[in-house]
Structure formats: C-alpha cells, structure tokens
C-alpha cells in the first residue's frame, strides 16, 4: 500500500485555505482531458473526506495531467519505489484491478475507489478486492497458475536483496500451501467464498495477505 501512497507526492503537499483550494480544483478539472465526478459524489461513494480527495486530486494531477494514467506510466512510477527488483509485472497486474472497467487506462475515480477500499475498507471488502486482483482472467474464480503469477510477481519485484534469501522455489512452495488450504472441495479452482472463508479462519494465511498489501 506504501507503494501506492507513495506514487502520488504531494499527498504531503501543505493545506491551503478551503476558498483557494475550491477555485483552484475547479480550474484544475477544466485544463484536463478527463474530468473527474463531482467531489461530492466521490465523497459518498468513498470513505474519504471532501478536502482530503482534493488533496489526493491534486497529487493524482500532479504526476497524471491528462486526468487518466496509462499502464505504461503507472509501471514507471511504480517501479521507482522497488529499485531492486522487478516490479513490472506486477504493476501489470495491479493497474488491471485498478482499470476495473478495462478500458486500458485508470482515472482518478477508479483510484480513490480502490484506495478508498485498501486503507478505509472493511476486511470483508479488502478481501473482496485481493481476491479480484488474483483473479487475472475475471472468470470469478482463482486458479494455481494464477495464484503463482501474482506470488512469483511480488517476489521478483522484492529482488535480490531480500532477508533472508529467498530459494528460487519459495514461490511454488507458499502458494502450494495456500492453494491447497483454499480449495477446500479440491476441484482445483477458488471461488470468493471459499477465498473469504480461508482468509478469516487462517491466521497466516490473513498474516502473509496483510505483508503482500504493504507492497500495494
């Protein structure tokens, strides 16, 4: 989650008074080539405050001034907080549950929604949105192979320089425990309920998910 925060800057950027800010957003929104809803829509549809989605709009901005963030520039950004591994792919998977539309582009409405989710949500819906994110073909259920390419992406983003060593069949080896303690009727598939299930009555299971959304 550090990650994501950390993507757009001037979240830390200091406060002004409500009045310029309001004037400030509304010449903003007119100079983009997407203009997001109104902040009071956003507002009831996420856990954030009026003044605190003008603070993230204006650091949303900040490093997308067309409004919109491509896949492209959302791996370049993502990829300055991991300099030590590889963290491409799964930017790649990270911008598709973003784009939940699939339009091939993320706009500052879909961001706020799904950080709205991960710092503010509750566990039932963060589970909801991890589960959608492993689920990279949007078929409604999890697969191994989809369960390893999401794992196998967040330890080659890791790098190297992890501690202690990573073998290289870490990967296999976490999701072949995982997998098997999900797929509590073994047809070799995962569906939400048994993802949620899983995720509440395991312990290291719920412990392992909270590490991997650090890296969000």
């Known amino acids: 989650m550090g990650a994501v925060m950390g993507t757009f800057s001037s979240l830390q950027t200091k406060q002004r008074r409500p009045s310029k800010d309001k004037i400030e957003d509304e010449l903003e929104m007119t ?3 997407h203009r997001p809803e109104g902040l009071e829509q956003l507002e009831a549809q996420t856990n954030f405050t009026k003044r605190e989605l003008q603070v993230l709009y204006r650091g949303f901005k900040n ?3 067309s409004g919109v963030v491509n896949e492209e520039t959302f791996k370049q950004i993502y990829a300055q907080f991991f300099p030590h591994g590889d963290a491409s792919m799964y930017a790649h998977y990270l911008f598709h549950a973003f784009d939940t539309t699939q339009t ?3 706009k500052f409405e879909d961001f706020v929604t799904a950080l709205s989710i991960l ?3 509750t566990v039932h819906e963060k589970l909801r949105w991890t589960f959608n994110l492993y689920d990279i073909n949007k078929d409604g259920y999890i697969n191994k192979e989809e369960m390893m390419d999401i794992v196998k992406a967040i330890y080659d983003m ?3 320089y992890t501690y202690p060593v ?3 069949d870490t990967p296999r080896q976490h999701v072949d425990v995982f997998f098997q303690k999900m797929d509590k009727n073994k047809d070799g598939i995962v569906t939400l309920d048994e993802f949620l299930e899983s995720c ?3 312990d290291n299971i719920m412990r392992s998910l909270q590490l991997f959304q650090n890296v969000m």
Do not use: A
């Open 31 to 33: 100079m983009v080539c």
């Open 63 to 65: 490093e997308c001034p």
């Open 104 to 106: 091939g582009s993320v």
């Open 119 to 121: 710092l503010r949500g």
């Open 158 to 160: 890791m790098g190297k």
């Open 166 to 168: 990573l073998r290289e």
């Open 200 to 202: 509440q009555e395991d």
